[in-house]
Nanobody, 123 residues
Framework: VQLVESGGGLVQAGGSLRLSCAAS????????MGWFRQAPGKEREFVAT????????YYADHLKGRFTISRDNAKNTVYLQMNSLRPEDTAVYYC?????????????????WGQGTLVSVSS
């Protein structure tokens, strides 16, 4: 699976962005999709995941309520809607595909990764 993220950019605190991740190469709907982020000098952290059939979503506790993950299997695309952005949300955001089972927050549970898109939030 090849994954290409888009939609990052510079936004003021309190603003919104919607990230997209377009998939190709294998059957997109076979895979759970996740979003992770990595801030400068920090480890990559889990943001959200959505099951292959869209029935289940799971979020990092501290992002719940501000971020929403969704997917369109007909378009082979997963989205991350980010609202009320804060400077601490500044990071490179990555999408990932895999069959993580219960280990949805672990980077090692995903098989395919995009190259990332930078989100910068100014105060």
């Amino acid at each position: 699976v090849q994954l290409v993220e888009s939609g990052g950019g510079l936004v003021q605190a309190g603003g919104s962005l919607r990230l997209s991740c377009a998939a190709s190469g294998r059957t997109f709907s076979n895979y759970a999709m996740g979003w992770f982020r990595q801030a400068p000098g920090k480890e990559r952290e889990f943001v959200a995941t959505i099951s292959w059939n869209i029935r289940n979503t799971y979020y990092a506790d501290h992002l719940k309520g501000r971020f929403t993950i969704s997917r369109d299997n007909a378009k082979n695309t997963v989205y991350l809607q980010m609202n009320s952005l804060r400077p601490e949300d500044t990071a490179v955001y990555y999408c990932a595909a895999g069959r993580p089972g219960p280990q949805v927050v672990e980077t090692t549970a995903y098989d395919y990764w995009g190259q990332g898109t930078l989100v910068s939030v100014s105060s």
